[in-house]
């Protein structure tokens, strides 16, 4: 029977062995996962929101327990892992509190008598996640998925597995019916059949081009629902009017939390000339005072990456931009799968570190002379995930909005996700909407009723 061995990327050391389901067995799961949707969809929202606020406690409860697998599997610091916890029982909450109100009836006045659309579940849906926040990805969609009477199957990254029977063993520790939601442990080759299975009729996605891609052709040829949250290459625009002090905090959280390994990350930084010099100043002693180190410990900020091949990757992005020109500033050096904070500057354009995402502790920074120049800069790419843009003229700044081709703009503030608004990009960044209300009419059936 085949199975992947799951490696501590900080200390190298086997954690353990899983054993991958068999074709039947995944068969199986995903006819338990039909049957009870038949009975789960009908369930009324009193009853899911209660089972919601229990996932949303249990989670809290034990929010060191699920922490510490983050640590082990892919070296998030603990202090970090803790908070992605805290945010997974915050989405919770949401959903069982807003739900209802999100898939009432929405009435529409036309000559019927009486006119509206339903918003009712489609059924199974699988999630293909990845490893880098490998709770809350899952989360954002588990929570409103399974109040709008869906049920969720999930294949996650390989390097997660103890993770992924995690967050079913959270779901059935709060006492949701068994198969309301669970965990495949399969390959990436096991998708596409998956998919194919006329039981499954949607599919979300969060991680690279090429795997969001590949998932959307094949959910395409069974003409089944499928959003992606892909890449990302945000622009942390830096104005001259700025509060430097402020900004550089910031933006430091903005690159650097999670050792970087963030789709919506800010990775280039675009800094006004006129300032340029001062804000990268304190820029370098900001990241210099980072504190590297074991995972596990509290006052760690930055871990290794998750796998010792995404660090190399990193690494020949950053050196393939210094030999195009770019200045090295602070770091560079590569441990393994432990990478240094990292700061390069005079980077362009047609460098692998603006042109390319960086998935790691690196930050290229670019200066522009006007916010034309910089809105052209930022827009310089193929991803569309979100854009920050620090400056005290808040009500000019808001003038420029529209003018970023983005699924976010966020003024003085990092992009982040917060289940109260829409979180999703454009271009190459994917499709859909995930959280508030619409993320929860994602994978439902907008059923139009109209009464004469």
């Given at each position: 029977?085949?199975?992947?061995?799951?490696?501590?990327?900080?200390?190298?050391?086997?954690?353990?062995?899983?054993?991958?389901?068999?074709?039947?067995?995944?068969?199986?799961?995903?006819?338990?996962?039909?049957?009870?949707?038949?009975?789960?969809?009908?369930?009324?929202?009193?009853?899911?929101?209660?089972?919601?606020?229990?996932?949303?406690?249990?989670?809290?409860?034990?929010?060191?327990?699920?922490?510490?697998?983050?640590?082990?599997?892919?070296?998030?610091?603990?202090?970090?892992?803790?908070?992605?916890?805290?945010?997974?029982?915050?989405?919770?909450?949401?959903?069982?509190?807003?739900?209802?109100?999100?898939?009432?009836?929405?009435?529409?006045?036309?000559?019927?008598?009486?006119?509206?659309?339903?918003?009712?579940?489609?059924?199974?849906?699988?999630?293909?996640?990845?490893?880098?926040?490998?709770?809350?990805?899952?989360?954002?969609?588990?929570?409103?998925?399974?109040?709008?009477?869906?049920?969720?199957?999930?294949?996650?990254?390989?390097?997660?597995?103890?993770?992924?029977?995690?967050?079913?063993?959270?779901?059935?520790?709060?006492?949701?019916?068994?198969?309301?939601?669970?965990?495949?442990?399969?390959?990436?080759?096991?998708?596409?059949?998956?998919?194919?299975?006329?039981?499954?009729?949607?599919?979300?996605?969060?991680?690279?081009?090429?795997?969001?891609?590949?998932?959307?052709?094949?959910?395409?040829?069974?003409?089944?629902?499928?959003?992606?949250?892909?890449?990302?290459?945000?622009?942390?625009?830096?104005?001259?009017?700025?509060?430097?002090?402020?900004?550089v905090a910031t933006c430091v959280q903005a690159r650097f939390q999670n050792t970087g390994q963030s789709c919506i990350a800010g990775k280039r930084l675009l800094v006004a000339a006129s300032i340029a010099e001062e804000f990268i100043e304190q820029l370098v002693v900001a990241v210099r005072e980072l504190k590297s180190g074991d995972p596990a410990e509290e006052d760690t900020f930055i871990g290794t990456l998750a796998r010792t091949d995404l660090a190399e990757d990193l690494e020949q992005q950053v050196n393939n931009s210094i030999a195009a020109g770019a200045t090295l500033l602070l770091g560079g050096k590569r441990q393994g799968a432990y990478y240094e904070p990292t700061l390069v500057k005079d980077v362009t354009p047609?460098?692998?570190?603006?042109?390319?995402?960086?998935?790691?502790?690196?930050?290229?920074?670019?200066?522009?002379?006007?916010?034309?120049?910089?809105?052209?800069?930022?827009?310089?790419?193929?991803?569309?995930?979100?854009?920050?843009?620090?400056?005290?003229?808040?009500?000019?700044?808001?003038?420029?909005?529209?003018?970023?081709?983005?699924?976010?703009?966020?003024?003085?503030?990092?992009?982040?996700?917060?289940?109260?608004?829409?979180?999703?990009?454009?271009?190459?960044?994917?499709?859909?909407?995930?959280?508030?209300?619409?993320?929860?009419?994602?994978?439902?059936?907008?059923?139009?009723?109209?009464?004469?």
């Amino acid at each position: 029977m085949a199975s992947v061995t799951s490696i501590n990327p900080y200390t190298g050391s086997k954690i353990t062995d899983y054993k991958l389901h068999t074709k039947k067995e995944v068969s199986d799961l995903l006819e338990k996962a039909k049957q009870r949707f038949e009975s789960w969809k009908s369930v009324p929202y009193t009853k899911k929101k209660k089972l919601m606020q229990a996932a949303a406690a249990e989670l809290t409860k034990n929010k060191k327990e699920y922490a510490e697998t983050m640590v082990a599997e892919m070296g998030k610091p603990i202090q970090q892992a803790m908070a992605e916890i805290e945010k997974c029982a915050w989405v919770c909450e949401y959903y069982a509190d807003t739900a209802e109100k999100h898939l009432a009836n929405e009435i529409i006045d036309t000559d019927a008598s009486k006119s509206y659309v339903a918003y009712e579940p489609m059924g199974v849906v699988l999630a293909v996640m990845p490893w880098n926040y490998p709770y809350w990805q899952v989360f954002r969609f588990a929570a409103p998925a399974l109040m709008a009477g869906n049920i969720g199957v999930l294949k996650h990254a390989s390097n997660v597995f103890g993770c992924a029977l995690n967050i079913q063993k959270i779901f059935e520790r709060a006492g949701f019916p068994e198969h309301c939601f669970t965990t495949l442990l399969a390959s990436s080759d096991a998708i596409a059949p998956v998919l194919e299975n006329p039981i499954v009729k949607a599919v979300t996605l969060t991680g690279s081009g090429p795997a969001g891609a590949a998932v959307a052709e094949k959910a395409g040829s069974q003409i089944k629902k499928s959003v992606l949250e892909l890449g990302g290459n945000n622009a942390l625009i830096v104005m001259e009017d700025c509060d430097i002090e402020a900004t550089v905090a910031t933006c430091v959280q903005a690159r650097f939390q999670n050792t970087g390994q963030s789709c919506i990350a800010g990775k280039r930084l675009l800094v006004a000339a006129s300032i340029a010099e001062e804000f990268i100043e304190q820029l370098v002693v900001a990241v210099r005072e980072l504190k590297s180190g074991d995972p596990a410990e509290e006052d760690t900020f930055i871990g290794t990456l998750a796998r010792t091949d995404l660090a190399e990757d990193l690494e020949q992005q950053v050196n393939n931009s210094i030999a195009a020109g770019a200045t090295l500033l602070l770091g560079g050096k590569r441990q393994g799968a432990y990478y240094e904070p990292t700061l390069v500057k005079d980077v362009t354009p047609k460098m692998a570190m603006f042109a390319e995402e960086t998935f790691g502790p690196a930050l290229s920074i670019t200066t522009f002379k006007n916010i034309e120049e910089a809105i052209t800069l930022s827009n310089t790419s193929k991803f569309g995930l979100g854009v920050s843009l620090f400056t005290e003229d808040v009500e000019a700044a808001e003038k420029f909005v529209s003018q970023f081709e983005e699924g976010a703009v966020f003024i003085n503030e990092l992009v982040k996700s917060d289940p109260r608004l829409p979180f999703g990009g454009v271009k190459e960044s994917g499709y859909g909407r995930e959280l508030s209300a619409h993320g929860i009419r994602e994978f439902c059936n907008r059923k139009t009723v109209y009464i004469k």
